[in-house]
């Protein structure tokens, strides 16, 4: 293999690498097993709220990483070394949660916050290292090969785990709980294993820009967030884009995380839930590609639009929900539109800001996306749990707690219309020409 396409493919790799957490662990068996074995004895709203508390912590201690980790990923001899060890953190701890026992909540929420921060961490060096394996020329392809890989090798090891789930004799494990264990440590040896090749075949980065000290590196970070405050100030249009941004995806990413959890909530079975979370990975990468041809005809806003549209008819949707069938036309629904808004954004972004000043104005986009499920996850956990203190008579039947509670989980799936809402409001006053006008003043 040639040199230049040995490093190519080792990037790639470590986005088939990572997506195993992201799938198999985030989306799919930590929401399941976090409620039936970890928060075992704990009524569903209480467990959501625990969740939900765990996805927003790590959501919010990445979010204030992000800088300090930027600032170093400029440094030549760190991308790599700081990738690695974000990466193995993710791996240990998705391994560790293969020992954490009944009832251990606690430490479940840890090790999954100290995984989530191992992801989100590996994945700022990873983008980093981009420039180092390709030239200009061929950097587009080379990210989309690597976002490609992610969602091919993330939903073939969680396709595996699913089936080993729904049938554990095949593997000689005696239940599906066991199964689900075992799950976590796949995604450490696939994560780990293919990290391997990334950290052989990818150069150090071009620029030779000295490692410099950690107390810089932070002075350096957070010092260039401001700087990049300042220029947003004066370019309303931006400002107002990434508050609409923050909400919308905030919603989109708090569905993500929390819709397995609600379907238990619901007293949906386990094996129904996973199938759907498949059905969004295998419909979600080409619907992302028609997504994005629909924002090339209409224009990106306009389809952001629909994308926004369509979240808030499933919310509502999911908020009267009842049988199976229903999860599952809800997880075609969200496959058709979750990629789509996420690219579009993207490339909506990039017509308001500045040229020649995009690494800059990406990387404060790029953290704020960060900041995404704090608020969605938080007020899920909260609004369901009001909505049960209110609601359940001093001396329940056995059968008004359990209906009382999967009422509380169907406001608290509601509350999520409160952000695409106002995604959608602020989105509407938006003005590209107004923007092209802040530009030209600069």
Not at 306 to 326: C, E, K, N, P
Not at 330 to 348: D, E, F, K, T
């Amino acid at each position: 293999m040639h040199k230049n396409q040995k490093a190519i493919w080792g990037w790639a790799l470590y986005d088939w690498a990572n997506s195993a957490f992201a799938t198999t662990v985030m989306a799919g068996f930590f929401p399941v097993f976090f409620k039936v074995f970890w928060s075992h004895g704990a009524n569903v709203n209480v467990s959501t709220a625990r969740l939900g508390l765990g996805n927003a912590l790590a959501s919010l201690i990445v979010a204030l990483m992000a800088p300090i980790l930027g600032a170093a990923a400029d440094k030549n001899d760190t991308r790599k070394k700081f990738l690695i060890l974000f990466a193995y953190l993710g791996v240990l701890m998705s391994a560790s949660l293969f020992l954490v026992g009944k009832g251990q909540w606690v430490l479940a929420v840890f090790c999954y916050c100290l995984g989530a921060i191992g992801f989100a961490g590996a994945n700022i060096f990873y983008d980093a290292l981009l420039p180092s394996v390709t030239g200009r020329d061929r950097i587009h392809y080379v990210s989309s090969l690597g976002f490609s890989m992610g969602y091919l090798g993330g939903g073939l090891l969680f396709l595996f785990n699913v089936l080993i789930t729904l049938n554990p004799s095949w593997v000689g494990l005696p239940n599906e709980s066991e199964a689900i264990r075992w799950s976590f440590l796949s995604v450490a040896l696939w994560w780990g294993g293919f990290t391997v090749f990334t950290i052989l075949w990818v150069p150090k980065s071009r620029n030779t820009a000295p490692a410099g000290r950690l107390v810089d590196m932070i002075k350096d970070g957070f010092g260039q967030v401001l700087i990049t405050l300042g220029r947003i100030r004066r370019l309303k249009m931006v400002f107002l884009f990434l508050l609409a941004y923050w909400f919308y995806i905030d919603g989109v990413d708090t569905i993500i995380r929390m819709a397995v959890d609600y379907g238990l909530s619901l007293g949906f079975a386990t094996n129904d839930l996973i199938v759907a979370l498949l059905i969004v990975q295998f419909v979600g990468f080409p619907a992302a590609l028609v997504f994005g041809k629909l924002g090339q005809k209409w224009g990106a806003r306009k389809a952001i639009f629909l994308a926004i549209g369509i979240y808030i008819l499933v919310t509502i949707y999911g908020t009267v929900m009842s049988h199976q069938i229903d999860f599952y036309i809800l997880a075609v629904v969200i496959g058709l539109v979750q990629g789509g808004i996420q690219a579009l954004s993207r490339s909506y972004y990039a017509g308001l800001i500045p040229m020649g000043q995009e690494a800059e104005f990406y990387g404060f986009y790029n953290m704020l996306g960060k900041f995404a499920a704090i608020i969605g996850p938080f007020l899920m956990g909260i609004v369901g749990l009001i909505a049960r203190r209110l609601l359940m008579p001093p001396t329940p039947s056995p059968e008004q707690v359990i209906e009382i509670g999967r009422l509380a989980s169907r406001f608290s799936i509601g509350s999520v219309l409160i952000l695409f809402f106002l995604g959608a409001l602020l989105l509407y006053f938006v003005d590209e020409e107004k923007a092209r006008a802040d530009l030209n003043r600069l």
